[in-house]
């Protein structure tokens, strides 16, 4: 799973803030960053709604990237896991 545009927490900061500026300004948006479905169906729908976008479209963008970045994170995590480790029950990460 490669959700949220790079592979650090900044990088992927970064990617959404110029998609989401993209989508408000009317501006093509880069498709296929790694942004996640969620984020990049509530980036389009910014997209498409242009001039008549509302606080709670960009809100739900928000939310979607933080959710889909919040997952990019666990899973970065748990691929750094050994997989004996990973495998042993009782091991904590």
Do not use: K
Not at 43 to 55: G, M, S
Request: charged fraction near 20%; hydrophobic fraction near 40%; aromatic fraction near 4%.
């Amino acid at each position: 799973m490669n959700f949220g545009g790079g592979s650090t927490a900044e990088a992927r900061h970064s990617t959404f803030e110029t998609e989401l500026s993209a989508a408000v300004g009317g501006r093509p948006l880069r498709m296929h960053v790694g942004l996640g479905p969620n984020t990049d169906s509530a980036l389009i729908t910014i997209a498409f709604a242009h001039p008549d976008i509302t606080d709670d479209m960009i809100a739900t963008a928000r939310r979607a990237f933080v959710t889909e970045s919040d997952v990019a994170d666990i899973a970065s995590e748990v691929s750094r896991v050994p997989e004996e480790q990973a495998a042993t029950p009782g091991a904590s990460l």
